[in-house]
């Protein structure tokens, strides 16, 4: 692998609000993006994505707007230099979730000059970690700020927008069909689609490519983002990981018994609204292209295929047109997938290519998945987290529930669940959010746990210290049998089901004071500490001592005297008390202990 020495990196921007930030509308502010002043402090190669004046009216930013927003908000790292997609470029970015940098300083990195291991340059930029570095990233997208995407994601939902047919569009700028896709660098082997998983996976493979299909009976398009091997520069694999039971997998069954084909369009590349919408598990029958556009606060514009009666986002970057062919199957994968494992070769579906549409100066969308924390996760938990949070608080109307919180490092998201609960919520609440989480979605939730309010239910230290402490298992762990396993591994017991593990480690009582310092020492310290210029804190709940309920008067005189240095008289007082009918370890019993 050539050596990354030398080569000229820059981190974009300067620090200012983000970029599209508004207040459940999203606000598109174009012109202020689109400032000459603003901009001429961006790096050289991002000129190419000042587009002129929009061919559609829209209300959200398109990828190219998404792109120097980033850049003006020093949220992205623009490599212009050669870089090998098949060797170098995903394991540059996937450093910077496995370097122990925090999630708050990852960046969204542009690959303006991508080649492969055969010297091959493509005129196509990049873009890797772009949607979901961090939440800074998403909510520059999304267009909202972090506190009311939440909130958002759930009207979304209720009230989508339906997408607006437009006539001419951006993605069918430039139109590939028939002899032409036979040409060198023509059809898929000109897009320069990284390897995710070097060493690995057995070809470059879409991950970012948003499949849209129409329900043959109903008419219903399906947006949704799978995996797909670049086979042959005109055919495609395509994997709907059919334990998720995807739409396309339903669409494509209808297919087969039809005798049919599958009309398939691949977006690669669009408004990021649509690839936020794209990875969320929708109701089958809900158009992902209208929950986008519920989420811009106005219609997602849509045109229509060249060779297939189906509507893409007519902002797409690339489109990749064909049919998946629903009579024969063919070996696909490995592949590093998004539960931490490599997924082996299996049987899947592949698409015989009929067109590539795209914009002139396109940008290529990559996610970085595989291992938890990823771009993958991210993208997923910033949506899924609120929308269960809701569910259990709103649709099941469960007293107590004050947080939600889906575990990410190597997990997947959907293993692990915590919730969080206010002191004192009753036993009957809590196991009828435990029961209800279990039950949202068919794959989602392994383990399930139950923490008080002071757990912080995203460090799983705090979860492990709840459940060694603050639970029984013979009285506070349940076991729900017959889950869906959902998407991971498969071991030597593999039945096509799981379990789910129901545990409440909320404290049942009261419990002694937590066995740190008191919150005004740690904080008195804490000024010490930076008075001496030591390294900088970053405090990690418990980081301070606290009450759970049983802290007899008595002993809270005892403590006060001895922070007053005044042990000595209390030792004093302690001889007088002296017992000889007692056991070693026998409590002291005293009048106010209750």
Known sequence: MASLEGRRARICGHPSRAAFGGHLRMTFDRERLMDDRTL????????????????????????????????????????????????????????????????????????????????????????????????????????????????????????PIPPRVVENAPCQEIVITGADLDKDGQSLDGLPVPISTPGWDNAPYLSAGHYITKDPDTGVQNVGNYRGQLKAPKRLGMNPSVELRAGIYAHWEKCKARGEPLPCAVVVGCPPVVSYASVQKLANDLDELAVAGAIAGGPINVVRCKTVDLLVPAEAEIVIEGFINTEQLEPEAPFGESHGYVNLQEYNAFMDVTAITRRRNPILTSFISQVTPSESSVIRRVAMEPVLQHYLKSVLSIR??????????????????????????????????????????????????????????ENADALLWAMSYRCQPQYDLKLVPHKDPGHGPRGPHDEGETAAVLINATLKGTFAPVALPKREFMENAKAIWERLGLPPLTPEPPWHGYDLGHWPRELARQAKMATDSDYFSLGQAMSNERRSDVAMNEPVKRDDDE
């Open 40 to 159: 001429e402090k961006l790096h050289a190669a991002l000129d190419r994505y000042r587009d002129g004046t929009p061919q559609n009216a829209r209300t959200y930013p398109d990828l190219h707007e998404h792109v120097l927003a980033l850049a003006r908000d020093n949220l992205l790292v623009v490599v212009d230099e050669p870089i090998n997609k098949d060797t170098e470029m995903h394991p540059l970015v996937r450093w910077q979730y496995r370097g122990g940098i925090p999630e708050p300083e990852r960046k969204a990195f542009l690959f303006t000059q991508p080649t492969d291991s055969k010297g091959r340059r493509y005129d196509s930029a990049v873009l890797v970690a772009g949607l979901a570095a961090n939440r800074a990233v998403y909510r520059t997208g999304f267009g909202k700020p972090l506190e009311d995407i939440g909130q958002a994601w759930v009207n979304a939902i209720a009230n």
């Open 400 to 457: 107590g529930v004050k947080r939600v919180a889906m575990h990410e490092p190597l997990t997947s998201l959907y293993a692990v669940i915590a919730i969080q609960f206010a002191r004192g919520a009753p036993e009957s609440e809590i196991w009828r959010a435990l029961h209800g989480a279990a039950s949202l979605h068919r794959f989602a939730g392994k383990w399930i746990i139950a923490v008080d309010e002071d757990i912080e239910p």
